[in-house]
């Protein structure tokens, strides 16, 4: 699929047989990797780079949910794809591409400011409906990823109960990617730690469904740390 917004071109040869090999390898990990005795994590299939025929051949393996963080990317493929598929909005949101992308995006994963939630809480206003997101936290204290700190996450949830078009049902973490695996494992245990906290303050308009963090590399650790969603798009698409 050829794009003219300046990014590289979209992966459209990925086989059947591959996603199928692949999925069932992810899910067979997740399921083994569950966290106490919950159900095993949501796979998001992360389709940023793909393009929508590949994406519909998803659709009969089971995996509806999808995530992409470029509306310039993203907005074109969805007359394209099945109606069924969930989009989830996993990069950081400029202020000024909310408009373009609320009536389309089942959850935004990187609420990270508070300028951002009042402009989702206004358009999603408009349009006459709540955006289920997730709060962003940058756990590991990386100057180049966004996302609050862990002492701010508090004092922002908290500011949560003058939206009414906005519902917080988790948090959301990125991970360094060169970490080892105790640096990861001690880091989801941290995020897991902040979710219980908040779900113990019982906060208006905040819920802690959702705790969305693991990646291709590190999807395994974060399940069983006590992730209810990985999103996982390298992985997915690789032939090896």
Avoid at 59 to 72: H, M, S
Wanted: hydrophobic share 45%; proline share 6%; glycine share 6%.
């Amino acid at each position: 699929m050829p794009q003219a917004n300046g990014y590289p071109p979209l992966l459209t040869d990925v086989p059947q047989e591959v996603l199928e090999r692949n999925v069932a390898r992810i899910l067979d990990v997740l399921n083994q990797n569950r966290y106490q005795d919950a159900q095993p994590a949501k796979l998001i299939a992360v389709t940023k780079t793909v393009a929508p025929e590949v994406i519909n051949l998803l659709r009969p393996l089971g995996i509806l949910d999808i995530g992409e963080n470029r509306a310039q990317v993203a907005l074109p493929k969805l007359p394209l794809i099945a109606p069924e598929f969930r989009l989830h909005w996993i990069g950081r949101l400029q202020t000024n591409k909310v408009k373009g992308i609320i009536d389309d995006v089942c959850m935004l994963h990187a609420l990270d400011r508070m300028e951002l939630a009042q402009e989702v809480d206004r358009r999603a206003g408009e349009r006459g409906r709540v955006l289920p997101a997730l709060v962003q936290v940058n756990i590991a204290g990386e100057e180049q990823k966004g996302g609050l700190a862990p002492d701010e996450l508090l004092p922002f949830l908290r500011q949560m109960k003058d939206f009414h078009h906005l519902h917080v049902e988790g948090l959301m973490a990125i991970m360094p990617l060169h970490a080892s695996e105790d640096e990861l494992t001690q880091l989801f245990r941290g995020m897991r730690s902040l979710f219980e906290q908040v779900r113990e303050e019982a906060m208006e308009h905040v819920e802690m469904r959702e705790l969305s963090m693991g990646m291709s590399n590190d999807y395994a650790i974060a399940a069983r740390e006590g992730a209810t969603m990985v999103r996982i798009g390298t992985a997915l698409y690789r032939r090896d």
